[in-house]
């Protein structure tokens, strides 16, 4: 079964919010409860406190999903992080995919066109092809000027899709059509 995570992020509005943590539910933890694991190392319990002072919360959906960066490819400061927060090396699947993360590939063209980026999105979805290229549903799927397709980790593992950013930090890494 898919973890039920959101990323959480706090700001006055969803385009100048910085992420401060993630939300999650845990069937045991605090006898059933969602909770926020803050990256300032605090869980709080979502039921029973709220910080004082926090500004309006923003939430982006995990995937379920990761991109196909390399332990090797990790920044030092990232691939410490990772060690700090008490997984080792062996555990490193890619980085986690989020909602409204920009995704980019190195392995060639995403959709078959000449763009190189797509953004992740949720909802109902269908890209008009015929045949085995068909690809309809609701769900987590891909979007850039040249077509939406399912988002899977097979996709992400042909065309060696990494997170290069999101939305709200990196808008201009994703150009809609006509812009």
């Not at 709080?44 to 309006?56: A, E, F, H, I, V």
């Amino acid at each position: 079964m898919r973890e039920i995570k959101f990323e959480l992020r706090e700001g006055s509005s969803e385009q100048t919010s910085k992420r401060i943590g993630y939300e999650s539910y845990d069937p045991y933890f605090d006898g059933g409860a969602w909770y926020y694991v803050l990256d300032s190392d605090d869980i709080l319990n979502c039921r029973t406190y709220w910080p004082k002072g926090m500004n309006k919360l923003f939430r982006r959906q995990y995937t379920g999903l990761h991109d196909a960066t390399k332990w090797g490819q990790l920044k030092p400061a990232e691939q410490k992080a990772w060690l700090d927060s008490g997984k080792t090396k062996e555990e490193w699947n890619g980085k986690e995919i989020y909602e409204g993360d920009i995704l980019g590939g190195d392995k060639g063209d995403i959709l078959g066109g000449d763009i190189r980026t797509a953004q992740v999105k949720f909802g109902e979805y269908c890209n008009d092809r015929e045949y085995a290229d068909h690809a309809e549903g609701t769900g987590f799927y891909i979007e850039n000027r040249d077509g939406v397709d399912s988002l899977t980790q097979k996709l992400i593992n042909v065309y060696g899709l990494k997170v290069i950013g999101n939305l709200h930090e990196n808008p201009e890494l994703f150009k809609p059509e006509g812009k």
